[in-house]
């Protein structure tokens, strides 16, 4: 599953094709992703005028002239592409399929601009979903009124984390996983960000709170440590575990300046540790870490 970065990587990718521009013919092939299409979407988009495109979480919004807004999630396997006019060849912005097919039976929605580019997506196993919502009912819809802040919004600070860490008996991974809490982060930047703030996966959450509710060094330390391996791994395009690519159709290269993740067996990176990675399983997911410097 795509993680902020590499959603945050497909949302640059297609913010000059989009923003700003009107669509003058929409298709679909088939009726439905994970969800079906919603009634009337090709009718409804054509004609429509792109305001903005953002990412909420994990997810990619277009904000319509029509007043509704086009929510966009690439599930497991949703890729897109876009052409612009002139352009001999597609770039590749999101892939996570195990399987790549050129025969055209995984492209489900086809996206002309009036400004010549076309921008396509596919799905293999079709987990991802498309919707259109009012503006009006958006930030109250089941989808994102149960979303916590932003990790790279002035939301996240280390008093949020620990007025809702306090008291708590989840352990660090699962409490960071919550979209409750902190939209959009996942197992990879989790791990790395627990690395670097120097805690223990199945630590429990209330380790970043005094007994008072305050926040304390480790509160301080991990909000540091999430916001310095998002944005590393926003530059880096991402990470690539399979197929993913960035916007440009190059491999995202965060994966290669992993500090723990995937590296079970491997020495600690930190300087002057003598710890081995290991990994554990919390939740069915697979969580790696440092025993000696991860506390």
Do not use: W
Request: proline fraction near 5%; hydrophobic fraction near 40%; charge should be positive.
């Amino acid at each position: 599953m795509p993680e902020l970065p590499e959603v945050e990587t497909v949302r640059m990718g297609l913010e000059p094709v989009l923003a700003g521009q009107t669509f003058a013919r929409v298709k679909t092939n088939r009726a439905d992703l994970r969800f079906p299409f919603p009634e009337n979407f090709a009718k409804r988009l054509k004609g429509a005028r792109v305001l903005d495109l953002a990412r909420r979480a994990k997810y990619l919004i277009a904000h319509l002239s029509t007043g509704e807004a086009l929510v966009m999630h690439l599930g497991m396997t949703g890729r897109f592409h876009v052409q612009a006019r002139g352009e001999a060849h597609p770039h590749l912005l999101g892939d996570y399929e195990t399987e790549t097919t050129d025969d055209g039976r995984h492209l489900h929605a086809v996206f002309d601009m009036e400004s010549g580019a076309r921008v396509t997506y596919a799905d293999p196993r079709r987990f991802g979903y498309m919707l259109l919502i009012p503006e009006a009912e958006l930030s109250e819809h089941a989808l994102m009124r149960g979303l916590g802040v932003e990790p790279l919004s002035g939301g996240l600070t280390a008093d949020y984390l620990a007025q809702r860490a306090a008291g708590r008996r989840s352990d660090l991974k699962a409490f960071l996983m919550d979209q409750r809490i902190v939209a959009g982060l996942g197992n990879i930047y989790v791990c790395e960000a627990l690395f670097l703030a120097g805690l223990k996966p199945s630590r429990r959450a209330a380790v970043l709170a005094t007994r008072g509710g305050k926040p304390n060094a480790h509160a301080e330390t991990l909000v540091a440590g999430i916001r310095s391996v998002l944005e590393a791994a926003i530059q880096a395009g991402g990470s690539t575990l399979r197929d993913y690519r960035k916007a440009n159709g190059e491999s995202g290269a965060f994966q290669h300046t992993f500090r723990v993740y995937g590296r079970e067996g491997e020495p600690c990176l930190r300087p002057g540790c003598q710890g081995i990675v290991r990994r554990s399983t919390q939740g069915g997911r697979s969580s790696f870490f440092c025993p000696v410097c991860q506390h």
